[in-house]
């Protein structure tokens, strides 16, 4: 009998970390907090190989920053960037955080006060300035050329005369998307992994709502982006099918990741929306020398309705 209670405790922890969609763990704030801070080692142990070397933390407020991963002493740290994250939300010795890995490179974060442990109200205003991605060309340093669309035929007409009515000057969108089922998003998560798995030299995206609705940052692994990137390539193309999309790129040598300005027209143009999947398959240069990479997008719902800014 305890042979079989042993065994079903395994088969239990076995299908938690390798089905899960969304991992949580706790960290309590105390010694050097603000400089760097220690992710539990069964966590990292189950994790470490799914885990980027950048990963996306999302404070209450949904904006996000970028921090680095870092081992010593055979210890994950959250490391680079992770003091900016103490210093945005006023982080003090003695606050509980709970962390809440949701797959690919984005963790949620809820912050608990020290005295009271309850939430702490202002974590819910912190905005930030700079995201991984950026589509005001205010910010950018040079004004995105547009790609030419390629494609004449009806259906696509149609589409981009719907596209453009999209107003891309709202910050934030709102879905008008039909409810999905988590057997639904399973579904396009599988026939993408499946893509990803024929293709090595891709990377797999799932869509959150810093996406597709709000602040529209998108993180791809710097891995992945040192391989098929230079960092004296200024400029990317996004091809879905016969159309593309030209983003301005920065490499951000301080952490150690890229800035990529025009995603937002991207994202609202082929109106991806939150779970749907992005896979970024390298497909060489063009005549002038600039990396194109397609993308095949996998949407949980196959109707289209334009979103709604607010």
């Known amino acids: 009998m305890e042979e079989t209670g042993k065994g079903n405790k395994k088969w239990q922890e076995d299908i938690y970390w390798s089905h899960f969609n969304c991992i949580r763990f706790i960290s309590h704030l105390s010694g050097d907090f603000q400089k760097q801070l220690a992710i539990p080692r069964k966590f990292a142990s189950k994790l470490r190989k799914k885990l980027p070397d950048i990963v996306v933390l999302r404070g209450p407020s949904s904006s996000t920053w970028n921090v680095g991963l870092s081992i010593e002493d055979e210890t994950l740290f959250f490391k680079d960037g992770w003091q900016e994250f103490v210093k945005d939300h006023s982080l003090e010795e003695n606050d509980e955080l709970v962390f809440q890995y949701n797959g690919e490179s984005c963790v949620d974060v809820l912050i608990f006060d020290q005295s009271s442990l309850c939430e702490k109200e202002s974590s819910y205003f912190v905005k930030r300035c700079i995201c991984?991605?950026?589509?005001?060309?205010?910010?950018?340093?040079?004004?995105?050329?547009?790609?030419?669309?390629?494609?004449?035929?009806?259906?696509?007409?149609?589409?981009?005369?719907?596209?453009?009515?999209?107003?891309?000057?709202?910050?934030?969108?709102?879905?008008?998307?039909?409810?999905?089922?988590?057997?639904?998003?399973?579904?396009?998560?599988?026939?993408?992994?499946?893509?990803?798995?024929?293709?090595?030299?891709?990377?797999?995206?799932?869509?959150?709502?810093?996406?597709?609705?709000?602040?529209?940052?998108?993180?791809?692994?710097?891995?992945?982006?040192?391989?098929?990137?230079?960092?004296v390539d200024k400029y990317l193309i996004l091809r879905v099918k016969e159309k593309m999309w030209q983003l301005t790129l920065i490499h951000d040598t301080n952490l150690g990741t890229w800035l990529m300005f025009g995603w937002k027209e991207f994202a609202l143009r082929n109106y991806l929306e939150e779970s749907d999947v992005c896979v970024f398959d390298p497909a060489g240069r063009n005549q002038d020398g600039i990396v194109i990479v397609d993308v095949t997008i996998f949407r949980v719902v196959q109707e289209i309705v334009t979103p709604t800014g607010v």
């Open 132 to 231: 991984a991605a950026s589509t005001d060309e205010s910010n950018g340093p040079t004004k995105r050329k547009k790609v030419e669309d390629t494609v004449n035929n009806n259906d696509s007409e149609k589409e981009q005369r719907s596209v453009r009515e999209t107003d891309l000057s709202h910050s934030r969108y709102l879905s008008n998307r039909r409810a999905v089922t988590q057997l639904e998003k399973n579904v396009v998560l599988w026939q993408a992994q499946a893509l990803a798995a024929a293709k090595p030299e891709s990377e797999m995206v799932v869509m959150q709502p810093t996406h597709v609705y709000v602040e529209f940052s998108l993180v791809i692994s710097c891995k992945w982006m040192d391989k098929n990137i230079s960092v």
